[in-house]
């Protein structure tokens, strides 16, 4: 296992961190790993496409037709002029 050290912790949060800590019934030490485990949960699972996150985002005002892949296609410029 590995170990970490925190230095120039505020007194008020390792307070805090200490009444937390009695509430769950377990050591300060215990809660910090559990406070960690919790901010890290998730983050090896893959994000969901881009394709997907936008249909998600516009089912709501009707978007009911898949979104054309676009992969391969030649990007064109927007034009800004008359």
């Known amino acids: ?3 970490l ?4 912790i505020e007194e008020k949060v390792k ?3 200490q009444r937390r800590a ?16 919790n901010a890290v949960k998730g983050e ?7 394709g997907s996150r936008l249909r ?13 892949e676009l992969r391969g296609t030649t990007a064109i410029p927007a034009s800004f002029d008359e």
């Open 56 to 68: 998600k985002r516009f089912s709501a005002i009707g978007l009911d037709e898949d979104i054309q």
């Open 44 to 50: 090896d699972k893959p994000s969901p496409r881009l």
């Open 22 to 37: 009695a509430a769950h019934k377990r050591s300060m030490e215990e809660e910090v790993r559990d406070i960690l485990r």
């Open 5 to 8: 050290v925190v230095r120039n």
């Open 1 to 3: 296992m590995a170990q």
């Open 15 to 17: 307070a805090r961190l």
